[in-house]
């Protein structure tokens, strides 16, 4: 556990939950981030309002960036996956979405904060999953 960072870890946590409390309080919207990427697609639908989605793209995007330039540098990320690999994956957490009805951040942080039980039964299913997958691919796999 060489990148255990619990201060770092516990301040990212609030800001996340502060900031799906402030889109809840003044729009009443779900930070849900592929809610939110989902509404930039579908730009064309009656309030698809596009300005609040994008600047809180940008908020998850820059917020890193603004870290690295106060924090004067951040972790290195390294990923042991090859491409293929990571397409993969992505295409599959996508589907996942679509079919849970939503991503891990809309169930994980705002619904179970709201005491939903849909969102309950997404997340405990999103971490068995997770979990199951990681024992696999690490061990049983030989990796």
Same mark, same amino acid.
């Given at each position: ?95 996942? +979405? ?30 068995? +999953? ?14």
């Amino acid at each position: 556990m060489e990148n255990f960072t619990p201060g770092g870890a516990l301040l990212g946590g609030a800001l996340i939950g502060l900031s799906a409390a402030i889109l809840m309080l003044y729009s009443g919207r779900i930070a849900g981030i592929s809610g939110i990427v989902g509404g930039l697609v579908n730009i064309r639908r009656p309030g698809a309002e596009p300005g609040w989605r994008l600047a809180f793209l940008a908020g998850l995007i820059g917020g890193p960036a603004l870290v690295n330039a106060i924090a004067g540098g951040i972790a290195p990320i390294t990923l042991d996956a090859s491409v293929g690999l990571m397409i993969g994956a992505g295409l599959l957490v996508g589907i996942g +979405t679509r079919l849970g009805g939503g991503c891990t951040s809309g169930h994980g942080v705002c619904g179970m904060a709201r005491l939903s039980p849909r969102s309950m039964t997404a997340t405990v299913s999103f971490l068995a +999953t997770a979990m199951l997958i990681a024992y696999l691919v690490r061990h049983a796999a030989g990796g």
